[in-house]
Nanobody, 123 residues
């Protein structure tokens, strides 16, 4: 069965960095576009970043553009989200998701998703 497992979250001071990983199993990752989403308590889930199957096309939410970097390693069946210059407003649970073929900003269009990893940024 398909599984996506996020890791790398934690507590970090504002201005710090984290690298989130998402290990996939049960699928050929190169067939899927990858998205990262986040959700804070009481808030709706929001798009963070996406990357196409071949890694050529990337898309970032305005709030993270210039600070976050999405990447993937299809051989390791793993995707990453490098997050720099963290702000308290980045505090949320971060989810990776896989969508067959083309990427999207819409959570509902993704086929698989993980359980998330918590990122907490202190000021």
């Amino acid at each position: 069965q398909v599984q996506l497992v996020e890791s790398g979250g934690g507590l970090v001071q504002a201005g710090g960095s984290l690298r989130l990983s998402c290990a996939a199993s049960g699928l050929i990752l190169s067939n899927y576009g990858i998205g990262w989403f986040r959700q804070a308590p009481g808030k709706e889930r929001e798009f963070v970043a996406a990357i196409s199957r071949n890694g050529v096309n990337v898309d970032y939410a305005d709030s993270v553009k210039g600070r976050f970097t999405i990447s993937r390693d299809n051989d390791k069946i793993t995707m990453y989200l490098q997050i720099n210059s963290l702000k308290p407003e980045d505090t949320a649970r971060y989810y990776c998701a896989a969508k067959y073929f083309f990427v999207s900003r819409r959570w509902s269009e993704y086929n698989y998703w993980g359980q998330g990893t918590q990122v907490t940024v202190s000021s």
